[in-house]
């Protein structure tokens, strides 16, 4: 009965008040947290890290690509110099077996010609390079006695440069150089008919050698060869029609062929290319006095004497143009001055000259003369004028 008191006892008994507080129930509840909710991502995170993304294949797929074309550079390259290699082993292969059968066939003398003729090219292929070497040592070694010839020259060692020269024609013949060179020393020496010979070959290689065409036309001229001379300066001024060595030589072939009419041109052309060259301009006065034409020529002298006071040439033709028209006092006051520039005994060398035979017994060329003084009675009348006052006529060359 008691045992059935107490089970009643504890069925009936009220529960005891849980005490503890809240937070630490919980805190010991069986029961695990409940979980964190994730944070929610914004779009434009996504997308960046897609583009992060995205960047990195690109640059991935780049370096392969590079890696990918080097790899082929390479076996290209490669391929190429074993392709070479093997070219060059089969061709000196193919000139040995060459070269092998033209000895074998040698004593055929009817195959020989044309095994020769086909083993030319391999024969030549193995022996290009010391013979090549070889040319272009002499042809160095040529040049520079070129030079060595020119600074002889200078000094004055014409002999000395001579020996240069031909022992460097002798070396490389063929060289334009050394050809030249030896040309303008035969030149010096009057061997013209050498200089041109050698003229001639530089032309066949190179036509358009302006040095060679002038000195060719020079030697022409120099030869006697004028109407050669005229060619080849027609040949300088079709390239070149403001060449005033072409005027030039041109102009002197025309003269000493008694074309002055020709010249007149010529002359005109270098007058105006180049008014600083007395030369030319005493040279067209000349033309234009030989011509008759007096006017034209005592223009040209009297502004050469302006621009050049001291030019005897133009003082002389001056006195020889005012003495064909007759017009004494335009020459007594030329030989005037002139005697004033030059001396009394230099202006009356002049009055020797046969330009002067028309006046030379008139009253007033005799007064003019004894003004002057009188020439010298015992001076040997072959002896020879000053070379810029002698005669009227033109110059051999210009």
Known sequence: MESNKFYSDR????????TRPP?????????????????????????????????RDERATAGRLLWFGLACAVCIYVAFLAVSILRDRMYREQAAAEAARVEEKSADPVAMPEAVEQALPAIAAVEAEPFLDNQIKAWKQALVMVDEAATLRKSGR?????????????????????QLALAGLRVDQQRYAEARTLL??????????RAARLMLAQVLIDSGLLEDALVAAKWILEDDPYSEEGHRIAATAFI????TEK??????????????NMLSRNALGQ?????????????????VKQTDPSNSQAHFYSAVCYARQGEMPGLAEVMSGAASRFGRDF????????????????????????RLGEPPAAADPEASLDSTASTAQLPATL
Do not use: C
């Not at 069925?11 to 849980?18: C, E, K, M």
């Not at 009356?348 to 330009?355: D, I």
């Open 11 to 18: 069925a009936t008994r009220i529960p005891r008040r849980n």
């Open 23 to 55: 937070d630490e129930d919980n805190a010991y509840s069986p029961l695990p947290p409940p979980p964190i909710p994730p944070r929610a991502e914004s779009p434009s995170s996504g997308s960046s890290r897609r583009r992060r993304r995205h960047a």
């Open 158 to 178: 014409n002999l000395d440069a001579a020996e240069r020269l031909e022992t460097a024609h002798a070396i490389a013949g063929d060289v334009i150089d050394v």
């Open 200 to 209: 001639l070959s530089v032309l066949s290689h190179q036509p358009d050698n």
């Open 256 to 259: 000493n062929l008694g074309r």
């Open 263 to 276: 010249a007149l041109m010529h002359l005109d052309r270098l007058v105006l290319l180049n008014r600083d």
């Open 287 to 303: 033309a234009y006095l030989e011509l008759g034409r007096i006017n034209e020529a005592l223009k040209v002298f009297e502004e």
């Open 347 to 370: 202006v009356l060398a002049w009055v020797r000259s046969p330009e002067f035979d028309g006046i030379r017994d008139t009253v007033e060329f005799r007064i003019l003369l004894r």
